[in-house]
């Protein structure tokens, strides 16, 4: 009983620093969750959320190019801090435009 206790205490542990973490690790958190919450109002019909994971999707991609620009001209850290994140969305808007 004292395992389980301690398993799940730790779980519990690891999802809390995780999650004060994942802002910065993931760039796409606010798409993965509107995806998430999207599954759970639909009854996990996935059908009915592929503009979500289409977003989510958009957003991984355009993170992992940068990563990949960032690394290959040996800027780091790879992945942008929170605050310049603004930044670059609004330099890549501009281009796009």
């Known amino acids: 009983m004292a395992q389980q206790d301690s398993t799940s ?3 519990k542990q690891n999802h809390l620093s995780r999650s004060r973490v ?3 690790d993931n760039p796409c958190e606010k798409e993965q ?3 998430y919450k999207c599954l759970h109002e639909n009854g996990f019909d ?3 959320c592929s503009l979500a994971f289409a977003n989510y999707q958009a957003c991984k991609d355009f993170w992992t190019r ?4 960032r690394r290959a001209k040996g800027i780091y850290p790879y992945m ?3 605050e310049d994140r603004k930044i670059i ?7 796009e435009s």
């Open 80 to 82: 942008p801090a929170p």
């Open 9 to 11: 205490r730790h779980a």
């Open 33 to 35: 969750d509107l995806s």
């Open 22 to 24: 994942a802002p910065f």
């Open 66 to 69: 940068v990563r990949a620009e």
């Open 89 to 95: 969305l609004d330099q890549y808007r501009k281009q």
């Open 46 to 48: 996935k059908d009915k």
